[in-house]
């Protein structure tokens, strides 16, 4: 005699009597954002020391506690010059944060136009990015802030998906550019092909078309496995368009988070533009900050010595994800996740109309997770489904509680929408 399965309604009251228990703990655990964990800082904390009195020149002898060098100290930009495939000519290390690069370049687009605009951006009547989504919630809100219309497109493993950016371009005069995280990408940690980077680079699009590479995460590995790094700019050059990219990058998950050194490499006209209308804010970057970093990570081999020491803290985190999740929500069937080999984020999707109600549980239960619709522009997750882990910020115990009390309210989000569905 066969027996009926027991699904998921079946099951609403006895998740309903697991959650109260939860909340009956008084958690305080935050799964909110991907910062590095103190263990992680900690690695750098030579940086306090150096470079030490009586050191403060550069390899040929300029005095770095003056003004001047702009492009920042050659040095550094030597080692992430093979990482990220920019030639150090065309590579500026300028200040503390990426992110700040990233709004300047938007920014200065929008006062003054790139190389190849006929006008300022911000003179056209409407100018208008594509954003793959599941995607990083700060390069929405830069677009947003400046008044930049956002047109989400899909994100595949391999990259966006080409045929939904080429039908965008076709019907829509007013899309400027589009924002990429090629390795590890936030929040799904798919990496880009190159196959799919060469079709960017060859899209039928304006002069003035602009793909900013934001190539955060090129050194944070957490297997063994090893992306080669896509020469973007090469194959702009090759396509004809060696003005299309903009590449940038950071050291703020290398060494500390808001006081490391921010890169921006492109084409050389590009990088003359930039540095043209920068040169308005600062005579230079903190070349002593730099100066630290180049003691303190010396060479590319070192660069990558000292990622190993941080793949040795976070890698059980993510384990910890792939873990709890597959031992709580695989048995019901609930969600689907992302298995990443690098980055800061592990994306879970669950059924359509649930990750907020899940995350709205988990926060009654004083378990913080990203807002719903956080990896969509303008917060609008269409389907609310998709939901950003961020596993390295807690110890390796709040994290298993976080996740454990997450689980619990997830299992009661979908048992109440599958008993709603059911009536």
Known sequence: MSTAPVTLPDRLAEFQSAYDELKARGLRLDLTRGKPAADQLALSDALLTLPGAGSYTDAAGTDLRNYGGASGLPELRALFSDALRVPVPQLLALGNSSLTLMHDVLAFAMLHGVPGSERPWGREE??????????????????????????????????????????????????????????????????????VARELVSLTAG??????WDNAYAVHHITDWRPEPIDVLRLAAEA????????????????????GVGFLGSSPDNIAWFSHWASFQSIGPDKLNQLRHVELLQSPEGVAAHMEKHRALIAPKFAAVQEVFGRRLAPFGVGSWTDPKGGYFVTLTVSPGVAKRAIALAAEAGIAI???????PYLDDPEDAVIRIAPTFPTIDDLNAGLEGFCTALLLAEAEKASASAA
């Open 126 to 195: 409407t100018v208008s990015f594509l954003c793959p989504v599941p995607g990083y919630d700060r390069h929405f809100a830069i677009t947003e802030a400046l008044g930049v219309r956002m047109i989400p497109v899909p994100l595949n493993d391999d990259g966006p998906d080409i045929a939904a950016v080429k039908a965008a371009l076709e019907l829509d005069p007013t899309i400027k550019g589009i924002w990429c995280v090629p390795v590890y990408s936030n929040p799904t940690g798919a990496v880009y092909s190159e196959e």
């Open 207 to 212: 002069d003035d078309f602009r793909i900013m």
């Open 240 to 259: 004809g368009n060696p003005d299309r990219v903009f590449v940038f990058a950071s050291t703020s998950k290398v060494t500390y988070a808001g006081a």
């Open 370 to 376: 990203t807002p719903a619709g956080s990896t969509h």
